[in-house]
């Protein structure tokens, strides 16, 4: 559990002392500060999601400090506690973004009922973005198909552990949508899930990058960032792409999540980090293992729970449902439909760049189209020769592989002959009890062919 943290920021002691007890006996991480000089390096290192403020101190006024607070990190919600307090003091505050006022002095229940009020409208806040996030980015994990069903069920039992997932497949194949499901389906789902490419981040920004760095730790560090794994704290951290990532970046990371804590570039603080790592990758980790450019104690943390989301070739049945999806995404209110033989071609090709090559395709398709009927004549087709071996034949059995190619076979005969198992099983020269048998077994559905 993350600990709900609480800034006291005054120049009395004996305050700081008492309501450090009270907080701490109500399970609260609570710091204290004399003073708002040492206060606001507090806000920055500690990071609090609430900042008790006095307004009377010596050394500066507490609403110059707020202001100085709301400026380093707007999140943070600030309570203003006086025994001097006039209305307009109070009004300035809260004009200033103070989340309210308390007189000092300081009456234990109601300071616990006013926390309690600024933890559920951050809460709330948190909750909302998430959701609009959510929606915004349309994370359904689409598909019906046994693979999928089976992906399905381990999103609902490994989601909710704190298990760390590694999620395996081709390009495209939705593996930030699973590592996302995994991230919904857990406890830790009203946090945040933060990606980090790690192809994407240049050996020289890598530290700043994933753990933040202090203002003027370096030229160009103008203000204090924090990274990727802070930010991420309480939530899941999605590793995207770890086969791509450099040998530098992989010590960096193991060490951070061996140790569980970070310390920002320029700071002299190790702060502690509780997170669950997702990684991702469309490489084959043993063979960089193999080959010595991927740490194999890495590849052992990260890969608790192994993950492969199926290439659409391998769940064809599935590519109805998708067209559906995305022309329910594209087509902006048009009511639109896809000619037979278009269907056929789409469930018959292989789909090299899997769902994202066919997402892309129902875009240019929607916004091709005249009629009401999606045909691909009019969209203009994919280039034949960019069609890759449709087989990889790597890691498997022969047993497997021959499986592996008399499904396809199956189902793209199948598909030739209009879903009829009767006929299909003529032309290939099968019985149709063995062709039935076969079916089954594959787990083809003929009818959603
Ligand atoms: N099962 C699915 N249902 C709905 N949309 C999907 C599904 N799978 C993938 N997509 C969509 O396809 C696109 C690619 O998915 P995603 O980015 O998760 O793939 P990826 O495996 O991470 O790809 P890459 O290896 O290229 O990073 C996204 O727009 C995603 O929303
Ligand atoms: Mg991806």
Redesign the pocket.
């Known amino acids: 559990m993350v600990l709900k943290r609480v800034l006291v920021i005054d120049d009395e002691e004996n305050i700081l002392v008492s309501l450090k007890g009270v907080l701490e006996d109500e399970g609260f991480a609570v710091e204290t500060a004399r003073g708002g000089s040492v206060g606001l390096q507090k806000v920055r290192k500690f990071l609090p999601d609430v900042v008790l403020l006095d307004i009377w101190m010596p050394e500066e006024d507490g609403i110059r400090v707020l202001e100085k607070i709301k400026k380093a990190d707007s999140y943070v919600e600030v309570i203003m506690m006086s025994g001097h307090g006039t209305v307009e003091t109070a009004v300035k505050a809260i004009k200033l973004g103070a989340f309210d006022f308390l007189e000092k002095p300081i009456h234990f229940d109601k300071l616990l009922v006013l926390l309690k009020h600024a933890f559920t409208v951050k809460e709330l806040q948190d909750e909302n973005k998430l959701l609009r996030e959510q929606l915004s980015?349309?994370?359904?994990?689409?598909?019906k198909s046994a693979p999928?069903d089976k992906l399905k069920t381990l999103i609902s039992v490994a989601g909710p552990s704190n298990g760390w997932a590694l999620?395996q497949?081709?390009?495209?194949?939705?593996?930030?949508?699973?590592?996302k499901a995994l991230h919904r389906a857990s406890p830790r789902s009203q946090h945040r899930f933060v990606a980090v490419n790690c192809a994407a981040i240049p050996d020289e920004l890598i530290e700043s990058e994933l753990f933040g760095h202090e203002k003027g730790s370096f030229t160009g560090a103008h203000d204090r960032k924090t990274g990727k794994f802070e930010q991420a704290n309480g939530g899941t951290l999605f590793l995207?792409?770890v086969g791509d990532m450099s040998a530098k970046m992989q010590a960096k990371i193991l060490r951070a999540l061996q140790e569980n804590c970070i310390q920002r570039v320029g700071g002299d603080q190790a702060i502690d980090v509780d997170i669950r790592v997702i990684a991702?990758t469309?490489k084959d980790l043993k063979h960089l293992i193999r080959d010595q450019v991927f740490r194999e104690d890495l590849y052992y943390r990260l890969n608790v729970i192994p993950v492969f989301?199926p290439a659409l070739r391998e769940r064809r049945e599935?590519v109805p449902l998708?067209l559906s999806?995305?022309i329910a995404m594209y087509s902006a209110g048009k009511k639109l439909s896809i000619s037979s033989s278009t269907l056929r071609m789409l469930q018959s090709y292989p789909w090299p760049g899997?769902?994202?090559e066919?997402?892309n395709w129902v875009e240019r398709a929607c916004i091709l189209s005249t009629g009401d009927v999606i045909d691909s004549l009019e969209i203009g087709d994919w280039e034949d020769d960019s069609q890759p071996d449709v087989l990889s034949f790597e890691e498997k059995s022969l047993r497997m592989a021959r499986a592996q190619f008399e499904k396809e076979f199956i189902v793209k005969m199948l598909l030739e002959n209009g879903g009829n198992v009767s006929k299909t099983a003529q032309v290939i020269g099968v019985e149709r009890s063995h062709l039935h048998k076969k079916i089954k077994n594959y787990g083809i559905d003929p009818c959603t062919l």
């Open positions: 980015e349309g994370e359904a994990l689409i598909g999928m999620v497949g081709e390009n495209g194949t939705g593996k930030e949508l699973v590592a995207d792409e991702a469309n989301v599935d998708l999806h995305f899997n769902v994202r066919l997402k």
